[in-house]
């Protein structure tokens, strides 16, 4: 009774291991796939670049889609919003937002780039471009959130805001709106305003590829599992013979 009680224990914490790394393995998957056809998305309407109106930033129907857009307006005397935590060829910094008001009077968050920050934090200088200008470049979706907290702080000098994340219920009363568009837009890296930028999708995120690989791992560590018990339950039956 005894080795049936430990072969029974045995196997169900095998298989309860193996589910649970089979289920790791398919969730990276499902990430890899997911990101996959937001990029494959991105680089069609990147390919075609077809001029879209900026007014298409508000709409919520198409929240996850990509759009080339483009469009006249200026930035409005506001804070700018530093994202912080973003990394670019290896070096920790911000990536610069300002709120850019198009003619028919839509605002939303423009990336003007990515900015170092230096040893001791702090903040750069981040001027707002000025007078009526046109722009254009790809609505996107805001960065990825992540698991940390939405606060919203002034930065040191009190004329700009730094945040982890661009939460749609924080950000907009901290700028005196009462909403933000779901979109943001993600300038041309052509125009000659604003800092260090691309169209790079996931740069502070892991690749469909990581995903492929860590998938692959999990789906090992379930397989080694397996095979370990087998191992251990023939050793066993093979000794007490």
């Known amino acids: ?65 990509y759009d080339w857009t483009q469009g006249q307006g200026e930035f409005v005397d506001a804070p700018a919003v530093l994202l912080d935590n ?17 003619d028919d009077g839509m605002m ?28 254009r470049g790809l609505l996107v979706r805001p960065p990825s959130a992540g698991l940390v907290g939405a606060d919203v ?3 040191d000098d009190g004329d700009n805001l730094l945040v982890t994340r661009l939460d749609a219920q924080a950000l907009p009363s901290a700028l005196g ?28 995120t892991l690749p469909p590829e990581k995903h492929r690989g860590y998938a692959v791992q999990w789906f090992a560590l379930a397989l080694a599992v397996l095979v370990t018990a087998l191992v251990l339950t023939f050793r066993r039956k093979s000794t007490n013979r």
Request: charged content about 25%; cysteine-free; overall charge positive.
């Open 1 to 65: 009774m005894s080795r049936r009680r430990n072969l029974l224990v045995g196997w169900t914490l095998a298989i309860l291991t193996m589910v649970g790394f089979v289920n790791l393995g398919l969730w990276q998957s499902r990430r890899a796939v997911e990101k996959q056809g937001m990029l494959d998305a991105a680089q069609a309407v990147l390919t075609a670049r077809r001029p879209l109106p900026l007014s298409l930033a508000a709409d919520p129907a198409r929240a996850r889609d």
């Open 86 to 102: 973003q990394q670019h060829e290896g070096r920790t910094g911000v990536r610069v937002y300002r709120l850019f008001a198009e």
């Open 108 to 135: 939303l968050l423009a990336d003007l780039g990515w900015l170092p920050l230096p040893g001791d934090r702090r903040m750069p200088a981040v001027p707002r471009p000025e007078g009526r200008m046109a722009v």
């Open 153 to 155: 702080e002034k930065t």
């Open 177 to 204: 709106l009462q909403a933000l568009p779901p979109r943001v837009l993600r300038l041309d890296p052509q125009l000659e305003i604003g800092y260090q930028r691309d169209l790079e999708l996931l740069p502070n």
